[in-house]
């Protein structure tokens, strides 16, 4: 008999780096390529490999996110099948999650109601495909409490991730630290480090019994990657899974392998460059392990007008249905569904979200445009920093921000 598993996502962080975008949703509901919502990517990773028993754990603004899990994501009840948002419940007294690790020991009943063997614990706001299966049996075979997905990256950049040292044998893990300066390489790799994903798979007593240890020590964070883990590794009962070892279907030597944590405006904009390139970084093609959400009845997107230069066209850019592009120029850009761009406005580089607005005439350069933004007609964004700073939120790479509804001035 096959394994009974359940999945708990984690859906509760507030995004502070992504703001203005999480002004009004929480992190996981940001919308990503233009039809898509982040928490869309670990939900059809799942989904795909045949885990449908899916909680997700909610807390900070999380109506959009609520909503959009309710409408899009309904499984066969007939097989006992579901995916069901679960906001912070005070079950254990009048306080919100305090941590990750808490977030799941405030919601001990899921666990003990559906009775898994194996409890699949995975973040809601990176982008990737991954064949979850694979890491759940190679979990089993290691008979270790927990696992951790790693990804492979330079000795270098160890100060900016979770980092997971492991023993000769390349599996177990001796040490889990936060951004260390003094990482070393990897057994097979001395040039490498194993970055964690944040993914993780518990047998379930351990997951109870370490959980349960954590909330009664009054220093921890109650943090899974800086307190359950931690706690585990102590233990040796902590293994490593290579994501490089992880074959999706359909997946292309170009893309295999990719995983973005999408935490600041900077890298939210290039995980969506990623996706406009010829041979995409990340190909949202791929339709054997297709990324699942909402379809509205949107109808095709138009462009329209062809007298002189009063063209509608897109070059090296996805654009949604329901998109209207009207004697304008759109390169290398991301366009949601009901976006309207007027004639002779140039937007290049851009991300522009459901709803966005570009008035005539108007320039729109290396910016992110959340929902119902107007642009009025003359208007310049991306073209002077400098007065942009004084309106609107720039990121360190110079990206113009502008939240939903935000008023733009001509």
């Not at 001395?190 to 009054?218: H, Q």
């Not at 109808?299 to 897109?314: I, S, Y």
């Amino acid at each position: 008999m096959a394994a009974k598993v359940l999945a708990i996502v984690l859906a509760g962080g507030e995004g502070k780096r992504l703001m203005p975008l999480t002004t009004d949703r929480a992190k996981p509901a940001v919308p990503f390529g233009g039809m898509y919502r982040m928490v869309d990517f670990v939900l059809s990773n799942l989904a795909n490999a045949g885990f449908l028993k899916i909680v997700v754990l909610t807390q900070y603004k999380s109506h959009s996110l609520d909503r959009h899990i309710t409408k899009t994501w309904r499984m066969s009840t007939l097989l006992g099948n579901y995916v069901t948002p679960v906001p912070a419940q005070q079950r254990r007294g009048p306080w919100w999650f305090a941590g990750s690790a808490d977030a799941i020991y405030q919601s001990f009943n899921l666990i003990y109601d559906e009775q898994p063997d194996y409890v699949i614990v995975f973040g809601a706001d990176h982008i990737y495909r991954m064949d979850p299966r694979q890491m759940v049996d190679d979990h089993i075979a290691s008979g270790a409490a927990v696992t951790v997905a790693g990804i492979r990256q330079p000795l270098s950049t160890a100060d900016q991730f979770g980092v997971i040292e492991v023993g000769e044998d390349g599996r177990r893990i001796r040490a889990f630290r936060e951004k260390p300066t003094d990482a070393v390489g990897l057994p097979d790799a001395p040039d490498e480090i194993y970055a964690s994903m944040g993914n993780y798979v518990f047998t379930t007593k351990a997951l109870v019994d370490v959980v349960e240890r954590d909330a009664d020590e009054k220093t921890s964070k109650h943090d899974m990657g800086g307190s359950i883990i931690p706690a585990l590794v102590e233990r040796g009962e902590a293994n490593v899974y290579d994501f490089r070892d992880n074959e999706v279907p359909g997946s292309t030597d170009r893309d295999r392998g990719y995983w973005r944590d999408v935490g600041t405006l900077d890298s939210f904009y290039d995980a969506h460059m990623d996706l406009i390139n010829v041979h995409p970084v990340f190909n949202l093609y791929n339709f054997d392990w297709p990324i699942y959400t909402e379809q509205p009845p949107y109808p095709p997107a138009k462009f329209v007008h062809q007298w002189g230069e009063r063209v509608g066209r897109a070059v090296a850019s996805m654009v949604s249905p329901g998109a209207v592009v009207s004697g304008s120029l759109v390169e290398n850009s991301i366009v949601s569904p009901k976006v309207k761009v007027h004639s002779w406005a140039h937007v290049d580089g851009s991300v522009l979200m459901e709803g966005v607005e570009i008035g005539r005439h108007a320039v729109v350069r290396r910016a992110i445009l959340d929902k119902n933004v107007q642009v009025p007609e003359g208007a310049e964004i991306g073209v002077d920093l400098e007065r942009d700073r004084q309106r609107y939120t720039v990121s360190d790479n110079g990206i113009v921000v502008i939240g939903k509804g935000q008023k733009v001035e001509p």
